[in-house]
């Protein structure tokens, strides 16, 4: 698992990078409440320092998280001062918490981070084991079409206090999908740049990964707010449910 390294040595400045306070957090923590049934069960897969998952145990659900990095957990359990997520260690291409919940998600690209297509199908395979009847999966990503067709190496930065700024350098390998990113953060000190490697999926390809592991399309959103799916879309936030089949086999 080559990205825990990369989160590992970015769970510092992480909330520097995504902050608690961004809108965006409000759209998701409303989306996933609205699928869950009252006082019902979610698992966020990656679920990191819990930017999402702490606001989300605030609405009267049961959160569950699993993540391979000790740093992200560790800011996790900082944060959550109530002890209201229940953590989970491990990888989420090869094991589950045991338990079944209403809604599995996967937000912020982290469907990326595992760096080849049979590993992506093997996390919706464990979502899909994690899903109890009649739940749904979502999925957030980003549409990778800029990025696929962009040449040679792209820098841009990233404010993040007054005393520091990311630098971002991004190397597209597309006939593998992959997308190298070094972030360097620039605050006085030595430059510590971290290397976060991604593979990339089309949307059509999610959903046969997702068709793979048991699971249909049946809704897709350009955003957290429910917008209107199109060809310009910059990110896609797909919904799925078990297939007739699976939901056989699990019975
Ligand atoms: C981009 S961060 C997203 C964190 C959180 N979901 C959010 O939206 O802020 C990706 C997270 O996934 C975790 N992760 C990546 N690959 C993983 C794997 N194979 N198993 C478990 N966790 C993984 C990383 O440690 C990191 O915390």
Redesign the pocket.
Known sequence: ?E??VT?DALADV?DLM?PAASPDIADTVDFIAKLAPASGRVL?I????G??AIPLSGRGLTVHG????EQ?LRKLAERDTENKVVATK????TSTTGETYDVVFV????FF??TSAEKQVECMCRMREQLAPGGRVVVEAFDPLPFHRSEGEKTSTRYLSPQAIMIDSTHVMRDRQLMLVIHTVLDGGTPRPTQELIRYAWPSEIDLMARLAGLKLVDRFAGWKGEAFGPDSPRHVSVYEATEDSENVNA
Do not use: C, H, K, Q
């Not at 699993?66 to 990095?69: A, E, K, M, P, Y």
């Open positions: 698992m990205s825990l989160y992480y995504y966020e990656g679920v990191g320092n930017r999402i699993i993540d391979g990095s992200m491990g990888d989420f291409t937000a912020l690209n982290t981070a595992p």
